[in-house]
């Protein structure tokens, strides 16, 4: 038996942040979610694949486009010319609702549409059976767990998985599951949600393919897809990345002794010339310079430098980087900060830094049913947020303090 395992492709959502007017760059950027869909069809063709498992967030809306729909419709009926199979369960965000679809699902996708546990058989083209259980969202959240709810293995076929959109954990609002949970004779639980590619157990296997293509820069870490082949007791897996646009974090330092002639030039062509892992690539610089002076300067004009940059870039790469932000580094100097030490600052943050009092400070926020609907925050995103905001404090203190000496 031989699948691919994929989940999260999200794929009616759009890049955050990409401020260009550049007409090309926009278009190119709509159909990256769609070659990312054909090139998973295109690698179940390759590797003849019995069938592909979509664990879940295939869209990104629980209201999908008709357009979307469409489109994904036609990419499995490409594989029905395969005889591929594709068996499909929805998750939080594209939760199951009926009547919301409005085409036939084609004849060799087999749908989980109910928030029940339920199992399928399908026959692969050697006549082999293989039992496949899992669930789907019908409601954005699942607060119980659902492992417990699975059958044990079904002795009157050759195989036996199950397909989980969930997350880790006692709580929570993803269908919360522990690992040991999972019913170890299964021979493969398809896993999804979490958009970091991941294996989480080994026997039985559990893994999270992660996202195929990541939206935003805290998505970097998705390979996507799972290539899995079963022969007896005998499990074989490996990653394939698939992703168009690729997140990236550079480091430039800005030398003292660069003239400023030569600054912007420097930047631009320090990352036209890098090597770059995909066709599109989100850029974040963190520009690191070398005298407080030209630390303020670079401040006091980032907006534009950063629109220059993204605008040049995109010509002269032709559509290969995308610049999503300059972030530059703050540098240790002895000057005060409007007559403060500029550690100062770093202390007023310190207790923002501490995640319960973050969440103490914005608990009003964060329980706005769109506002919980729409965003979580995970401590790696506390931390940054903090030490932004602290960075943004100290930029203008810093700023004000200069421009008035
Ligand atoms: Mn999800």
């Given at each position: 038996m031989k699948f691919i395992h994929t989940a999260d492709?999200?794929?009616?959502q759009p890049f955050a942040n990409v401020t260009t007017d550049d007409a090309g760059f926009q278009q190119e950027l709509q159909q990256v979610n769609h070659a990312v869909l054909k090139k998973i069809v295109n690698q179940c063709i390759e590797e003849s694949v019995d069938f592909l498992l979509v664990v879940g967030d295939t869209f990104h809306q629980a209201r999908s486009s008709i357009y979307t729909q469409e489109f994904i419709m036609n990419e499995f009926k490409r594989l029905e010319e395969y005889g591929i199979q594709v068996i499909m369960s929805f998750g939080n965000h594209d939760y199951y609702t009926e009547n919301r679809y409005w085409f036939e699902w084609p004849e060799n996708v087999t749908l989980f549409t109910k928030e029940e546990v339920t199992t399928k058989v399908i026959t692969l083209k050697n006549n082999e059976a293989v039992a496949i259980s899992g669930f789907s969202y019908e409601h954005q959240w699942i607060t119980q767990d659902k492992a417990l709810d699975y059958p044990e293995?079904?002795?009157?076929?050759?195989y036996h998985i199950g397909l989980y959109h969930g997350e880790i954990g006692s709580t929570g609002q993803y269908a919360p599951f522990l690992v040991?949970?999972?019913?170890?004779?299964?021979?493969y639980w398809a896993l999804g949600h979490i958009h970091k590619s991941e294996k989480?157990?080994?026997?039985?296997?559990?893994?999270?393919?992660?996202?195929?293509?990541?939206?935003?820069?805290?998505?970097?870490?998705?390979?996507?897809i799972v290539l899995v082949e079963v022969e007896s007791n005998q499990v074989d897996y490996r990653f394939i990345p698939v992703s168009i646009v690729g997140f990236e974090t550079i480091e430039m330092t800005l030398k003292e002794?660069?003239?400023?002639?030569l600054y912007l030039s420097k930047l631009i062509a320090g990352m036209a010339q890098k090597d770059w892992a995909c066709p599109i690539n989100f850029v974040t610089v963190v520009v690191k310079p070398v005298t407080g002076q030209l630390m303020s300067e670079l401040i006091a004009e980032k907006e534009e430098i950063l629109h220059y940059l993204q605008t040049k870039l995109l010509q002269q790469t032709a559509g290969n980087i995308w610049l999503m932000d300059l972030v530059i580094e703050s540098v240790e100097t002895d000057k005060l900060i409007m007559g403060f030490d500029a550690s100062l600052i770093d202390d007023l943050s310190a207790p923002f830094a501490k995640k319960d009092e973050f969440y103490k400070l914005a608990k009003d926020i964060l329980q706005q049913p769109v506002i919980a609907a729409n965003i979580q925050f995970d401590e790696e995103d506390v931390k940054l947020m903090v030490q932004e905001s602290t960075q943004l404090v100290k930029d203008k203190m810093i700023f004000k303090n200069e421009a008035s000496q």
């Open positions: 492709l999200h794929i009616d293995r079904d002795l009157d076929t050759t040991s949970e999972l019913n170890p004779r299964y021979d989480i157990s080994t026997h039985p296997l559990a893994i999270y393919p992660g996202i195929p293509q990541g939206h935003t820069k805290k998505e970097k870490n998705g390979q996507g002794d660069l003239e400023r002639h």
